[in-house]
C-alpha cells in the first residue's frame, strides 16, 4: 500500500469517527542504519522483552583515534564537562538499561534506547546537558507534560498528537555535576528528516494534507489546554510508527550483543556512533515543550519576550509586542514552504544574520502592505513604514507573491493550498484562523477527491 493511500484510509476512520493512535498498518520496511541497513518486517506477534539486565560486550567494536572527532565532540563549543558519559549495558535508576545511542544536540548528550526492567517495552531517554537555559526548558518541557497529561480529554484526538515526558530523574556526571534525563516513548524521524526520504525533499501533496491535519489536532489541544509551543517546525514535529515499525528498536539491541557500535575509547568515557532511523508512517506527532509557555485560555493570556525561531517569528514578535496563541499558528503557515516547497519561504538574511527589515520587506511582498490597525498597534513599524502604510525602509520590497512562489500545484488544488496560507499568515494575530476553524478547510479536505 503506498503512502498517501494508507493516510486516506486514516483520515477516513477520522471523519468517521473512529480516532486510532495509530494510522493503518502498512506492508512496509523501515531502515536503520549504522554500518549496515538493516530490514525491518513487522512480525506477526511481539518479541518478549527481558526485564534482567543485558551484558554487553566490552570488546570486538571498532575503534576512532583519540583525536578525531566525532558525533557531539562536532558541535561547535562542545564541552565534554558538559555532557554525561551514558554507556551502553548501564542501567539508569535500577530500572532503564541503555542499548544503544539514537542522537544528540546541544541540549543533550545524545537520545538513547533503553528497556525498562518494570514493563515489558523500550523507551527513549534524553540526558541533558548542564547549564541555565538547558535546565530551564528541561523543567518547563516536564511541566507541560504534566499538565498536558493532567488533562482528561479522551474524545479529542489532539492528545495523541502530542510527545508527552513519561518519567523524569537525575544522575550524577563527572565532577558531580547532576543531569535531568527524560523519557519517552519511541518516536522516529523528524519532519526536517522524513521529507528527505522523499522526491526533491518535499512532501507529497497528500502527505502535506495529513501532516497539517495531525499537527492542527495537536495545535487544538494545546491551545485549548493554555499551552503556546513557540518553536513549532518541522525540527520540532516527529514521525510516530505504525504497528510493528518500532520493532526496529529491538534490532537496535540484538546487533549490539552481536556487532558493537564503533566509538571513541577516552580516558573517562566512550563516544558512540549514533544509529539512524529510517521513514515510519505513522501520524506527526509535536514534540519538545522547553520554550513554550503556559497561560489561561479563558481570558487569552497574553505573553511577552523575543520567542520563535529565525524566519518563523511572526509579525508582533518582530515588533517586541506581546503574543498569543496565534503565533503558532503563524508558524504553520511558514512550515508549509520548508515541507512542501523544498525551502523556506522568508530568507531575511544579511551577512548570515537575521536582517528584521529584510524579514518585513519579503512580508509586505506576500501578504500586501499592513493594515492601518497594525501601524497604530506598534510604535516601532514607524522605523519601516509612514502613516498611510507605505513602506519607507531602505531595503527594496521583493518582486513576489504567493502565486509565483508556489511551484508545484496548478488550478484550483494551486489556489486552495494558497488560501490556507493565507487563512494564517495574516499581519494581526486576530485575523488569523485558530486551529479547531480549519479542520474543514477545502485543501486538507482535497483528498475526497481521491475517492470514489
Wanted: glycine content about 10%; overall charge negative; charged content about 25%.
Amino acid at each position: 500500500m503506498g503512502f498517501t493511500a494508507g493516510l486516506r484510509r486514516h483520515f477516513s476512520a477520522l471523519k468517521r469517527g473512529a480516532l486510532p493512535s495509530h494510522a493503518v498498518t502498512f506492508q512496509t520496511r523501515s531502515i536503520l542504519a549504522r554500518q549496515t541497513l538493516l530490514r525491518v518486517d513487522p512480525p506477526t506477534h511481539g518479541r518478549s522483552i527481558s526485564t534482567q539486565p543485558k551484558v554487553f560486550p566490552t570488546v570486538g567494536f571498532e575503534k576512532f583515534p583519540a583525536d578525531d572527532p566525532i558525533e557531539e565532540e562536532r558541535l561547535p563549543g562542545y564541552s565534554p564537562e558538559r555532557y554525561y558519559a551514558a554507556q551502553i549495558g548501564q542501567v539508569l535508576q535500577d530500572r532503564y538499561q541503555i542499548i544503544g545511542k539514537l542522537g544528540f544536540g546541544g541540549g543533550s548528550t545524545s537520545g538513547h534506547v533503553a528497556t525498562s526492567s518494570t514493563e515489558d517495552a523500550l523507551l527513549t531517554i534524553k540526558i541533558c546537558t548542564t547549564g541555565e537555559r538547558g535546565t530551564r526548558d528541561v523543567l518547563q518541557e516536564v511541566a507541560v507534560s504534566n499538565h498536558i497529561k493532567s488533562i482528561d480529554a479522551l474524545g479529542h484526538p489532539g492528545k495523541l498528537r502530542l510527545r508527552v515526558v513519561l518519567d523524569s530523574f537525575e544522575v550524577e556526571g563527572v565532577n558531580g555535576n547532576r543531569h535531568r534525563c527524560l523519557v519517552f516513548a519511541p518516536l522516529g524521524q523528524s519532519l526536517t528528516e522524513f521529507r528527505r526520504a522523499f522526491p526533491g525533499n518535499v512532501l507529497d501533496p497528500d502527505g502535506l494534507r495529513f501532516t497539517l491535519l495531525w499537527v492542527l489536532m495537536g495545535l487544538d489541544f494545546l491551545h485549548q489546554a493554555g499551552v503556546i509551543h513557540t518553536d513549532l517546525s518541522p525540527n520540532n514535529i516527529l514521525v510516530s510508527f505504525n504497528p510493528g515499525e518500532e520493532r526496529v528498536f529491538e534490532q537496535i539491541e540484538d546487533l549490539e550483543l552481536t556487532n558493537p557500535t564503533p566509538r571513541k575509547v577516552l580516558q573517562d568515557r566512550f563516544i558512540y556512533l549514533s544509529y539512524k532511523l529510517g521513514i515510519s508512517h505513522g501520524p506527526a506527532v509535536i514534540t519538545d515543550y522547553g520554550a513554550a509557555r503556559l497561560g489561561d485560555p479563558e481570558i487569552n493570556e497574553r505573553h511577552s519576550g523575543d520567542v520563535m525561531p529565525g524566519t518563523y517569528r511572526a509579525p508582533e514578535i518582530i515588533m517586541g509586542a506581546d503574543w498569543g496563541s496565534k503565533i503558532d499558528m503563524w508558524s504553520l503557515g511558514v512550515m508549509v514552504w520548508d515541507l512542501f516547497e523544498g525551502g523556506p519561504l522568508f530568507r531575511a538574511v544579511s551577512a548570515k544574520t537575521l536582517d528584521d527589515e529584510l524579514h518585513l520587506a519579503e512580508m509586505v511582498s506576500l501578504l500586501g502592505p499592513p493594515p492601518k490597525k497594525f501601524l497604530e498597534r506598534h510604535a516601532k513599524s514607524r522605523q519601516y513604514w509612514d502613516s498611510e502604510g507605505n513602506w519607507i525602509a531602505s531595503s527594496p520590497i521583493p518582486d513576489q507573491s504567493f502565486e509565483s512562489r508556489e511551484t508545484r500545484l496548478e488550478g484550483q488544488e494551486k489556489q486552495q493550498l494558497l488560501t490556507f496560507v493565507r487563512k494564517v499568515l495574516c499581519w494581526l494575530p486576530e485575523d488569523r484562523k485558530a486551529a479547531d476553524q480549519l479542520y474543514d478547510d477545502e485543501f486538507i479536505n482535497g483528498y475526497n477527491r481521491h475517492e470514489g
